[in-house]
């Protein structure tokens, strides 16, 4: 177990650095970061000089990755154009996003398996087909959609929630958000775990279970839901980092200073050391996520073992 | 045989006290409703089993031998199955007007099951140790120490070596005859009346399946439980069963004591069951084959539901649905516990 775990964290390096420098050539790739910062106007030549030299844009693209990598082992990110240090967007913005993250998480894990439980184990009734479309409903509109018509009618009409999030981040403000964000994860939760569920329902271990004299519960939660919560637990590994990067539209519409929000700056300014910066630390979560999930494989399921 | 021998001493002993049977099975039927149509499945079986009692029952896949062990237990998946008629009348009670939970209350404690496939009748994620412990704490109440200590005296019945070492195992890990043993462990566990062995040695191998057979055999003479054995193997049935049900179609069409049904069957279906058996005196020859197939069960053939298989089928097998008759010697004297459903029961008895 131990070996395998520094094995993993072994392969992760290579990882790193390929999905890092992709994100700095891709974010060059953009155009001149100095021409952007000025927008219509021209910049002038001394100072534009000047910046260049400062971010070392001067030097070759490899050259400039090098220095980068160099200086993030010393937790030290840069600086934006502005002068403002990365590493201080990053404290702003992570613990945001996490509450938000760990707001629509919950809600995924327990209306996803819920529903889902639900559905598998009354296969083809009423309960089973609701759910079904309404998954499908919830899978086909996009999250803007979603995100912006129950911030009115929550929001704004109803005033159940509020409808915008503020500096003051509460747990309230962040409910509607949660939602939203999760809606369509939960759905594929729901639907992933109704047909493992409905699957093993069949499953000869299940009428032992029966056979046995175990009361319904028991059987259920003991034996049907531990059997079928192996891959939905890998789908909801992997969308735990999907959630962290991926709230940017929801961190639009509800006005949230997170990640998503300040990635979102960071792209139309063209800031290329919080871009670089964020997307690193969104890879590592990534990264980390999935080892997570692998171990967690291995005590959900003891056929599998690592060496 | 030296285990049947020791299994049928209790019962003589016993046989004049004990006026009702554990279990007594009268005229069920169960059918499954799919969307081809209803198959049905048990077509008015009756069997009963007293304590320290072995009763094999015998038959093709599709037969209905599962499904009634299943309709007994109580775990039939419904839908599509349902029991439409008959009785299922055990320790005095008809265990079909139960409620749920206390049909729940019956099962494991006081009837148990063992499986085929042990494999996958064990849950893979759990320990066995859990699995056996379980009953304990389920039924009884019991701690998870208790229930632990309770689960390695289990396996060291069950003669599982190094139990103690081997509790916090899982399935995956033992051998198929270690497993099929933990079975019959997790079945014996609340000392039951009634056990209920479904093809408890098909998927082992012949050594195992000799060993496996003979610890049944005693736990079961030691408990002095009553036991049904389902099986198709009729070499294992010779060893242990006391007496023997054919059933062909969701119905009986042979009931007799263990010995006299493998010298004399008064059922063409037997006769070829037995036939089937390949024999090393006869090496060389073409194997022996009951023609054609089990019927339908959608659409169950009139008269006698074997008649199209049958080498002595005449028009009124055809017609007219076989009872049970009462099987005779020569001498018009009944055979005790001997029946045929067969219009030609005497003639193929002759033969």
Redesign the interface.
């Known amino acids: 177990m131990g070996r395998y775990v520094l094995r993993r964290l072994l392969q992760m390096i290579p990882v790193f650095i390929g999905t890092t420098f992709l994100i700095f050539v891709m974010v060059h790739a953009l155009g001149d970061p100095v021409n952007a910062l000025f927008g219509d106007r021209a910049p002038d030549p001394a100072v534009a000089a000047q910046i260049r030299a400062q971010y070392n844009l001067n030097d070759p693209l490899w050259l400039q990755y090098v220095k980068y990598m160099g200086k993030l082992f010393q937790w030290d990110f840069g600086t934006t154009f502005s002068g403002q240090t990365v590493t201080s967007q990053l404290a702003a913005a992570y613990p945001v996003t996490l509450k938000l993250t760990a707001v629509a998480f919950t809600i995924e894990v327990v209306f996803g398996i819920g529903l889902g439980l639900l559905s598998g184990l009354r296969r083809g009734r009423i309960a089973d087909n609701s759910v079904l479309i309404l998954t499908l409903v919830v899978i086909s509109i996009p999250t803007f959609v979603t995100g912006y018509v129950l911030q009115y009618l929550v929001g704004v009409k109803w005033g159940i929630l509020p409808a915008t999030v503020g500096f003051d981040v509460t747990f309230q403000s962040l409910l509607l958000p949660g939602i939203v964000l999760a809606s369509v994860s939960l759905a594929y939760v729901a639907r992933l775990t109704r047909t493992t569920v409905a699957e093993n329902t ?4 299940v ?9 319904r519960h ?1 059987v259920v939660i ?2 049907l839901l ?2 079928s919560l192996i891959p939905v637990v890998t789908f909801l590994g992997t969308d735990l980092g999907a959630l962290m990067g991926g709230a940017l539209v929801t961190e639009r519409i509800f006005n949230i200073h997170g990640v998503g929000y300040t990635l979102y700056q960071g792209i139309v300014r063209q800031s290329t050391n919080t871009v670089v910066g964020f997307v690193t630390i969104l890879v590592i979560i990534f990264l980390l996520a999935n080892l997570l999930v692998d171990l967690l494989y291995a005590v ?4 599998i073992r690592y060496a | 045989m030296s285990s049947s021998s020791t299994s049928a001493q209790p019962r003589e002993a016993t046989a004049d006290t004990v006026e009702s049977p554990l279990l007594e099975v009268r005229d069920l039927h169960v059918e499954f409703r799919t969307r081809d149509g209803v198959a049905k499945a048990v077509n008015g079986v009756n069997y009963s089993v007293r304590a320290g009692e072995t009763l094999a029952i015998l038959g093709e896949s599709g037969s209905g031998k599962s499904v009634t062990a299943q309709a007994v ?1 109580g ?1 039939l ?1 419904s839908p599509p199955g349902f029991v439409t008629g008959g009785q299922i009348v055990f320790k005095g009670r008809d265990l079909l007007t139960l409620g749920k939970e206390d049909r ?6 006081q009837m ?2 063992i ?1 085929q ?1 042990a494999l ?8 066995v140790g859990s699995q056996l412990g ?2 304990y704490r ?2 009884k109440g019991s701690s998870r120490q208790d229930a632990k200590a309770k689960a390695i005296e289990l396996m060291d019945r069950v003669r599982i070596p190094a139990a103690k070492a081997r509790v916090g195992d ?1 399935p ?1 890990q033992f051998s198929g005859g270690m497993r099929q043993r933990i079975m019959i462990a ?1 079945a014996l566990a609340l000392e039951p009346d009634l056990i209920i062995a479904d093809e408890p040695t098909t998927a082992l191998d012949v050594t195992v399946q000799a060993q496996v057979m003979d610890l049944l055999a005693e736990l079961q003479g030691e408990y002095h439980m009553g036991l049904i054995l389902i099986t198709h193997d009729l070499g294992v049935v010779a060893d242990v069963a006391d007496k023997i049900a054919v059933m062909y179609a969701g119905r009986i069409v042979e009931t007799a004591p263990v010995h006299e049904l493998y010298a004399k069957p008064a059922h063409p279906y037997t006769r070829g069951l037995l036939d089937s058996i390949p024999r090393l005196d006869q090496k060389g020859q073409e194997l022996y084959a009951i023609k054609g197939l089990p019927p339908n069960l959608l659409r169950i053939p009139p008269g006698c539901a074997f008649n199209p298989r049958c080498p002595r089928a005449q028009e009124i097998c055809r017609t007219t649905v076989p009872p049970l008759f009462e099987v005779t010697d020569e001498a018009g004297t009944p055979r005790p516990g001997r029946a045929s459903a067969c219009h030609f029961w005497k003639e193929t008895l002759d033969d």
């Open positions: 069949k499953a000869d271990y009428r032992t279970a029966v056979a046995k004299g175990l009361p028991r003991n034996h531990r059997n959900l399921d003891p056929r | 237990m775990i998946d729940r209350k019956v099962r494991g404690s148990a099951m499986f496939d996958s009748s064990l849950n893979p994620v759990h320990s379980e009953m389920v039924h899982y995956h997790m």
